[in-house]
């Protein structure tokens, strides 16, 4: 149920996802994965139509984070579609409309054009972290597709800018996530992770009830169903510069999937205040399933926690509404007060 790059189902031993926040930047241009890893090259063997539909009529009923109850009337309707399909792409037609009543506006079909697509194109800018007015420090936390040494470098560049900037006299800190579409959530905590007050910050439950849970240090991001991404940063973490010092978190409608999963992470911390709009509202993981011709179903799979385990909402409310560009303005105005007041 992990949020992290694209690893489909058929090749992998964790449960592992792409936001598919974005998958669909690149497919329609608002939601994603250049060098990601690249897809191992799939086979496409000849598939009926029909055969198709039935595999994917399969994860979808057995997965879905929708699809839980009684789908069977759902499953049959898509089955005798199936069975009256004469094209390939027909059947994606009839799998991508499936897909997204079992698993919502979260999922997604890509047929194995699209597929190699979305793992070969998408954003690894590095977080950025800026010393800021009022003795504070802000980290922009971009989007980021990847896994492995880009996911990696990710995570080290926003500790050590971090750890380079914040000292003793630090007042507080701004995490920006407005614009920020989502991707791997895995090098995105890892980024921040100075700034947490605890290891388990957040997780996630699958329609079953089972949960995952997200530990996250300074040296690694992990998730209780086997995923680990490890960074170990070398940067010397001053107590003093972080410890109960008040965080101003910026949000807004384009903090989606993966960065409402920091959202998330913060959520409960006591010395968290968050400022701007409702983020998108795709607080939920996505998993990969291959099929047999080589395109895959990102389906939604499970919805985010805090660390208490709560499920998030869907949007996630800042604390303070403001428009996107007032949001800075009042951020820094709290943590002045938080900081003139300790």
């Known amino acids: 149920m992990s949020n992290v790059a694209m690893q489909p189902r058929g090749g992998r031993s964790v449960r592992a996802s792409l936001s598919l926040t974005v998958a669909a930047a690149l497919a329609v241009g608002l939601s994603g994965c250049t060098a990601s890893p690249e897809p191992e090259p799939v086979p496409t063997p000849i598939v009926s139509p029909a055969a198709l539909v039935e595999e994917a009529a399969q994860v979808l009923e057995e997965h879905g984070l929708y699809s839980g109850g009684d789908w069977s009337a759902e499953r049959d309707a898509l089955l005798a ?16 409309a499936a897909a997204f009543d079992a ?22 800018a590095p977080p950025t972290v800026e ?62 992770s100075p700034l947490f ?58 903090t989606a999937s993966a960065a409402e999963m920091v959202l998330a992470g913060f959520s409960g911390q006591g010395n968290v205040r968050t400022f701007g709009e409702k983020s998108n509202g795709l607080a939920t ?34 604390d303070i509404s403001a428009l996107t560009g007032d949001a800075p303005q009042l951020a820094h105005a709290w943590l002045a007060e938080q900081c003139s007041a300790a």
Request: proline letters at 4%.
């Open 285 to 318: 993981g996505v998993e990969g399933f291959l099929l047999s011709d080589g395109s895959e179903i990102l389906l939604t799979t499970s919805r985010y926690t805090d660390r208490t385990g709560a499920v998030m909402p869907e949007p996630i409310q800042p």
């Open 197 to 254: 007050d605890t290891s388990e910050v957040a997780g996630f439950v699958d329609r079953d009830g089972q949960r995952d849970a997200i530990t996250v240090s300074t040296e690694s991001a992990t998730s209780t169903d086997g995923y680990e991404l490890r960074f170990d940063s070398d940067a010397d973490i001053d107590a003093d510069a972080f410890g109960g010092k008040p965080i101003a978190v910026l949000q807004d409608f384009y």
């Open 103 to 124: 698993g919502g506006r979260h999922a997604r079909f890509l047929p194995a054009d699209e597929r190699e697509a979305a793992y070969t194109e998408a954003p690894s």
């Open 131 to 192: 010393a800021t007015q009022g003795r504070t420090v802000t980290i922009t936390v971009s989007a980021i597709g990847h896994e492995g040494p880009l996911a990696e470098e990710y995570a080290r560049t926003g500790v050590e800018g971090l750890s380079a900037l914040a000292d003793a006299n630090t007042c507080g800190f701004v995490v920006d996530l407005r614009g920020n579409w989502g991707g791997n959530a895995f090098p995105m905590l890892g980024a921040v």
């Open 81 to 96: 579609a199936g069975a009256s399909a004469t094209t390939l792409e027909e059947a994606h037609d009839l799998i991508a």
